[in-house]
């Protein structure tokens, strides 16, 4: 039994993806910001037109298109959190504790 | 040992967070695309006026800063996913699969 | 002399773009917003890999991109502005009016 | 009667801004796209619970916030297409000929 998370096994494997090609060097935090905001847009660009209806109903086409974008953003936010040594399943659970302060408290 | 991955767990969790508060109604996945990109856009807001030298020091209440936009916007994409089907860690694999190979062919 | 402004002008050559493409439909302000993201996150990949001194040198080639990603920006952007009756000469120094009084107060 | 342009008056002021808070230093176009994702990001927080109907008839409030958003979007843009020397009117003009080619060619 592995005690790797299945998070820090993507990490490593998009760690090594960028190791072989030497992109350390572009990815500074800043840059894999940016990236992420990128990633997000083409996100959102394939729902821009749609209706919410037509969002909930997604040909297998646009659901193809859709899963790979989702993939683009979690890929430069698993690196960029590598990178800060940011454990994402650590601050998603403290994000949500500090939601739900913030919503017991209004 | 369980077979359900860490993100599953955490999709339960967000996904609990939502219907306690009946926000399913609004977890359309054009809602969410678009809260993506906002979240999306408050990481980049953190990083903007930084140089890229600084952007690899971060201060202490930079990093936390930082480590709680990233949630924010992992909490969101891991939702959009969870709405759609989509396994996120499935996604990844695939979508470096293809830029292996888009690469190679170049 | 004409008492239209530059603005408005663009505007109705935007507006005059989308009703002959029967586009009023899709051009809701929840959409345009949308819109306005996805081309922002397109500048903003023109640079993200660039260093702070590349994005102050940038080649013809990537000088004419940028300028034409600025285009599609404004396009979006002074679409909205058309949609909700905002203007957006009026707006901007209204902003910058709440930004001197913001600066001076600190 | 003036040839100085509206946008060209809005950019002289928009720099005097600047420049009065000795903020060139920051204003790379690196960092100014950057900016423009984060603004963008703001305005589409404002529509994202929204349905389509509810974004078309906003109360006076939400009408105040996305108008003061759409100027923060128009700030940054405008600043970086001064940065860069960009001619936002004819930029516009450009962009919007090669979308109906584009059109025509379908």
Chains 1, 2, 3, 4 share one sequence.
Do not use: C
Request: aromatic fraction near 6%; charge should be negative.
């Amino acid at each position: 039994v592995s005690d790797v998370s299945d998070l820090s096994e993507l990490q490593s494997e998009i760690r090594a993806f960028a190791d072989l090609r030497d992109w350390q060097q572009f990815h500074t935090p800043k840059n894999l910001a940016m990236a992420i905001t990128g990633e997000a847009g083409e996100l959102a660009a394939e729902f821009q037109w749609l209706t919410a209806d037509e969002s909930m109903a997604l040909t297998p086409e646009q659901h193809e298109a859709v899963r790979l974008e989702i993939a683009d953003v979690a890929i430069y936010l698993l690196r960029l959190a590598d990178v800060l040594g940011v454990d994402v399943e650590h601050a998603v659970r403290d994000k949500l504790a500090i939601n739900e302060r913030r919503f017991l408290a209004t």
